[in-house]
């Protein structure tokens, strides 16, 4: 690990809703709403949470393809917010993204090659033959036979195509990557090999990712450190064997409990959630989790509560906003140690 590569205070994405004959605005979605965290060189920070909670807007609002309501978003130490259009195009070399449907994300009117090209064209890196040259390389890199540059997206399959968001992705030799849910499209034996070729890559060309993802089982296995969202915050955040072992917030338990195990014998206790994500439009006063929460007290409907540090720890590593932490007992996760061998 390096010093600290990334850094976001106070984020917040609305995005407008506009209504009536004169389009007046009349309200708006807290897509996300007031998220702060920092990563280091060399990380991997998973981002997870149910669909809906602002994960893959966060994403986005990092890279700068959203421009935030408020808030910093500091990449080595630049205001990624404050750059103008030629400064955040030369800071972009450094900072990508894998996107969610590989087929969509891939320009379907050009071949792989002219697709892979194309960051080095805009940068005007190298003559036309190198530029060849490097998406060859970027080919067999990934896994994919060079000769394939001169085939079109729709005839790869879905796996290969990931591959080739993920060649698009290094082509540059960034040092960010944010991964918005690369494996969620796929089978499951496709997704053990991109997340073995995105660690390889990683431990390769030292890269830092930021992981979103809705599966738990598949962060478990790629993330340094979880940071876990709920209705556009972060609600606990720790390192993973700590999150896994002994999480604090009544969401991160159920979602972790919830995680289907092989082994029909094995019973658990769970968190039952009741009803569903509450509007972003009209988030609940107080702790946004409470409608839901089988722990929710009196002050929870009105108190909002703040990441910080959870019962028992000192270090500050593990955070988590919930009120009643350190009065509620949640359910001991035995089956997870028993599947972990520990």
């Not at 995005?15 to 060399?42: E, K, N, T």
Request: charged letters at 25%.
């Amino acid at each position: 690990m390096h010093g600290v590569l990334l850094e976001v205070e106070n984020l917040r994405m609305h995005f407008p809703i506009y209504g009536g004959i004169l389009r007046r605005r009349i309200g708006s979605v807290r897509a996300v709403d007031g998220v702060s965290l920092a990563v280091s060189g060399g990380e991997t920070l998973g981002l997870v949470g149910e669909s809906g909670c602002g994960k893959t807007t966060l994403g986005r609002c990092l890279l700068k393809l959203y421009t935030p309501t408020s808030g910093t978003v500091r990449f080595d130490g630049q205001d990624v917010l404050k750059l103008g259009k030629g400064a955040l195009r030369r800071l972009r070399r450094q900072m990508q993204m894998i996107f969610q449907d590989p087929f969509e994300s891939l320009d379907a009117r050009f071949t792989v090659g002219d697709i892979l090209q194309e960051p080095f064209d805009i940068h005007a890196i190298g003559t036309a033959d190198e530029r060849r040259q490097r998406v060859a390389n970027l080919l067999a890199r990934v896994g994919l036979d060079p000769a394939g540059m001169t085939r079109f997206p729709h005839e790869f399959s879905g796996g290969q195509r990931q591959r080739i968001g993920i060649a698009r992705a290094i082509a540059l030799a960034p040092r960010l990557i944010i991964c918005d849910e690369p494996v969620s499209a796929l089978d499951v034996s496709i997704q053990a090999q991109i997340i073995n070729l995105l660690l390889d890559l990683q431990k390769e060309m030292g890269l830092t990712y930021v992981f979103i993802a809705h599966d738990l089982s598949v962060v478990k296995h790629v993330a340094d450190r979880i940071a876990v969202m709920y209705l556009g915050k972060i609600v606990e955040m720790a390192d993973a064997e700590s999150l896994y072992r002994s999480p604090c917030h009544p969401y991160t338990h159920a979602l972790i409990a919830a995680i289907p195990v092989p082994d029909p014998a094995q019973r658990r206790k769970r968190v039952l959630l009741s009803g569903d994500v509450a509007s972003p439009i009209h988030p609940p006063d107080g702790c946004t989790f409470h409608p839901r929460c089988p722990f929710a007290a009196a002050r929870c409907r009105i108190e909002r509560p703040e990441l910080r540090p959870a019962p028992g720890t000192r270090d500050g590593h593990h955070l988590q906003a919930c009120l009643r932490a350190a009065e509620i007992r949640l359910p001991a996760l035995h089956w997870l140690k028993r599947q972990n061998g520990r």
